[in-house]
């Protein structure tokens, strides 16, 4: 067997995630902005570049059967790292390109998304797995939780900082806050994996379980119910929060006016309320329910349902303009996007030790590939909904607020799909949901 994480390994894989956020919040909130906003491209445009680098990530699964198998984790977190640092630094490079030089810029957008797509994939599926291998089984949702908390730590300071930093705007200045921001994130991920797993190797994988080949694992693991229909509502509800999650920015600047720093500042608004939602769950599962599945199943359901009420509130900020209250808004959507995710991500660390051991990485990497795969559809979607109202509807915070409807409508059906995960629970589910379930 090998040795379990104690705390400090925990949160030092906590600081692998912040790392790996840091960057990645750049890349779908301040360059989508500059793309749309300073540049005048179609918001369609970082929609295809984004759903690019999630539909890379298809090989997590993949990724995470070679974990399965006895490998270290560590080279592929920091190769991943590297990898997406230097994906960041490009895109940048190429935002700024496309200013004087479209197609070459585009044409160096899409290998540095691509760059990003395999870094993320490769820290994040290993990171994922090392900690559902290394985690005791009941410490998985409070140390999903730690880690989910810190990386959306990184997203707060990140655009707190790099939005201070943004002003007053400049394609020089964004690229230095971008390479910054790379080596930074680069060398916090080398000093928090230095020796992590040394002196608690992984031991030698049982003869029969090392012959699995990766199609006999992800066919076994799509034939358990529970993991079939968390991955559907994985896509679902992932779907639902990608499509908001790359007008938001654009919205903000178009229909209030706010400058590039001012975006990300509010960006950071919203990841400040993920953060406190995060607590808020974290907090409830671990006092009242012991971090049980149904505890977190209420809060995945409900968290679903309270955030298409604030995407509402979105589509009368579009209705109003600018003397509807952004922020606050904002922070409230945060808030409950936070409570409904870091309750998912607890239960899914639950259920990747579900059906015996062994088969972890494939189980989170089909989850991550779930999401990756919703977030390229949201993105494009979302983008691409918006600049179809905006042409065929003049007043602009209309035509984002019929976008922010159907986003709505999704975190409701969501919610649906959150009840049914384990179909002995839905007795206990909402009323508004019990009565979805039995009618015709």
């Avoid at 940048?92 to 197609?103: D, E, I, N």
């Avoid at 900690?131 to 140390?143: F, G, H, Q, T």
């Amino acid at each position: 067997m090998s040795a379990q994480f104690g705390w400090l390994g925990v949160v030092r894989l906590g600081l692998v995630q912040a790392a790996l956020g840091a960057i990645v919040v750049l890349t779908t909130s301040t360059l989508n902005r500059v793309m749309v906003v300073e540049m005048a491209l179609p918001a369609l445009l970082p929609g295809l570049l984004l759903a690019w680098h999630y539909i890379v990530q298809v090989a997590r699964p993949r990724m995470g059967h070679g974990a399965d198998q006895g490998r270290q984790c560590t080279p592929w977190i920091l190769g991943g790292m590297l990898t997406l640092a230097a994906g960041g630094w490009l895109a940048a490079v190429a935002t700024v390109t496309m200013g004087t030089q479209q197609l070459a810029g585009i044409a160096l957008a899409l290998l540095a998304y691509g760059l990003i797509g395999v870094g993320v994939a490769a820290s994040g599926t290993s990171l994922l797995t090392l900690l559902a291998k290394r985690v005791a089984p009941e410490r998985r949702a409070a140390a999903a939780t730690t880690v989910w908390i810190m990386m959306i730590a990184g997203f707060v300071v990140t655009a707190g900082v790099s939005g201070s930093l943004l002003d007053p705007f400049s394609p020089e200045r964004l690229l230095r806050v971008s390479g910054g921001v790379a080596v930074s994130a680069v060398l916090l991920a080398c000093v928090a994996m230095f020796r992590l797993e040394s002196g608690t190797r992984a031991s030698a994988p049982e003869a029969p379980e090392a012959s699995v080949s990766f199609g006999a694992a992800l066919r076994g693991v799509w034939a358990e119910p529970k993991a079939r229909r968390f991955t559907v509502f994985v896509f679902v509800s992932m779907l639902a929060y990608s499509m908001q999650d790359l007008i938001l920015e654009p919205f903000a600047g178009v229909v209030f006016g706010l400058t590039p720093g001012g975006t990300t500042r509010l960006s950071g608004t919203q990841h400040a309320g993920a953060l406190t939602g995060m607590l808020l769950a974290a907090g409830a599962g671990s006092r009242w329910a012991g971090g049980r599945w149904g505890s977190l199943r209420r809060w995945t359901v409900w968290g679903c349902v309270a955030s298409g009420l604030t995407l509402f509130g979105l589509v009368m900020a579009g209705l109003q303009g600018p003397g509807w209250p952004l922020p606050a808004n904002v922070f409230l959507l945060g808030l409950c996007t936070g409570a409904f995710s870091i309750a998912a991500i607890g239960s899914m660390m639950g259920l990747a030790g579900e059906g015996g051991p062994g088969h972890e990485g494939v189980r989170m990497g089909l989850w991550g590939a779930a999401q990756a795969q919703a977030f390229a559809l949201g993105g494009v979607v979302g983008t691409g909904a918006s600049d179809v109202a905006r042409w065929l509807i003049r007043d602009t915070g209309m035509a984002y607020g019929i976008v922010f409807f159907i986003n709505a409508g999704l975190f409701i059906v969501a919610a649906w799909l959150a009840a049914h995960v384990d179909p002995r629970s839905t007795r206990q589910a909402p009323m508004f949901l019990g009565l979805l379930r039995r009618a015709p």
